[in-house]
């Protein structure tokens, strides 16, 4: 008869160490990842709600970035909005000075085809990715408005 020798705190020890390896490695994951669940094995209800909230983190985020974009757009507009305002406030007071007798119409004339240039500058440049948001120029498929009877 043969006898083999246990040593049962080798045994011990030995599965010591393998749950605590496995336990390690659990929490090593759950440290890399940033997950208390990681998997739905972990806990199912939990790992649902968390990939729900993920997803909803996630498209709140686009919708973030597309507010931001959309700011940007009514920014550039208003600031091109802005400038033609000083523009025509300008255009405004030359056109009283025009209506005062003795002043050189032609000189004020000349003045107001350039703030004209200048708005019209202004409003040409009011562009965001590639898109004006202030001229349009002109069309010949626009439609016609019916004539009132």
């Not at 929490?27 to 997950?35: A, E, L």
């Not at 909803?56 to 507009?77: E, M, P």
Request: one cysteine or more.
């Amino acid at each position: 008869m043969t006898r083999i020798n246990t040593n049962i705190g080798a045994i011990a020890a030995l599965h010591t160490l393998r749950s605590i390896n496995s336990r390690l490695d659990t929490t090593q994951n759950h440290v890399s990842t940033g997950y208390r669940v990681d998997v739905a094995a972990d806990n199912a209800a939990y790992w649902s709600i968390a990939t729900t909230m993920r997803s909803d983190s996630r498209a709140l985020n686009a919708v973030q970035d597309a507010i931001g974009l959309g700011a940007a757009k009514v920014d550039v507009a208003y600031a091109g909005m802005e400038s033609v305002i000083e523009v025509l406030t300008e255009f405004q007071a030359k056109l009283v000075a025009a209506k005062q007798p003795c002043v050189d119409k032609a000189k004020i004339q000349k003045e107001l085809e350039q703030l004209k240039s200048q708005a019209t500058s202004i409003a040409q440049s009011a562009s965001f990715s590639g898109i004006n948001w202030l001229h349009e120029p002109p069309s010949r498929n626009r439609p016609v408005l019916p004539h009132a009877s």
